[in-house]
């Protein structure tokens, strides 16, 4: 609704709101030291926090198209599943790895995957900052290499931090650094 309506600061808000819901929801499972039961319960309140907050934002008129009487919701379910589908393909992995690996082997997997994630998820904010400008103007080729080359670095840079670094921040947080 919010980019529909070309409404891009709200659009802005809403994707604050929906990160600070979140690291919310990881204090407050830190600070009641919650189970990942606990966890996934208080990612849940703050998921549906910042749905709401969202709903507000973009008021319920958005929900559906000018001229039509269906609910956008089909078409928010198609739009939604190719991004669960990414989601999935970058989380098998660690099923795997626990399914074929040892509980160490797969703990140390985990934690070492946690820069792939880095990676894959960190140049998220390139597309963000950047739509905006190509919705409103169509900027054109030029920003949208600039940007596809911007992604890439921030993934360049990942790899070659985790190259360097990933071996000895892994063995210090899983407690295998002698020292």
Partial sequence: GLLGHERYA?????QVLTAVTRFAAGVVTALLTLSVAGAMAALAVGTFAAAAGLWWLSGPASWSVPGRSRDLLPDLGRACSAIAGVIVLSNVDLLLA????SRE???AYALAALFGKACLWGAQFVPALVFPRLARDGSGRGLLLRSAAAA?????AGILVASVAAGP??????GDDPG
């Avoid at 626990?98 to 690996?101: A, D, G, T, V």
């Avoid at 890439?152 to 360049?156: D, E, K, L, R, Y």
């Fill in 10 to 14: 709200a659009f802005a808000v809403g």
């Fill in 105 to 107: 082997e797969s703990g």
């Fill in 98 to 101: 626990r399914h074929f690996l």
């Fill in 152 to 156: 890439a670095g921030v993934g360049a």
């Fill in 169 to 174: 921040v892994v063995r210090v947080i899983a």
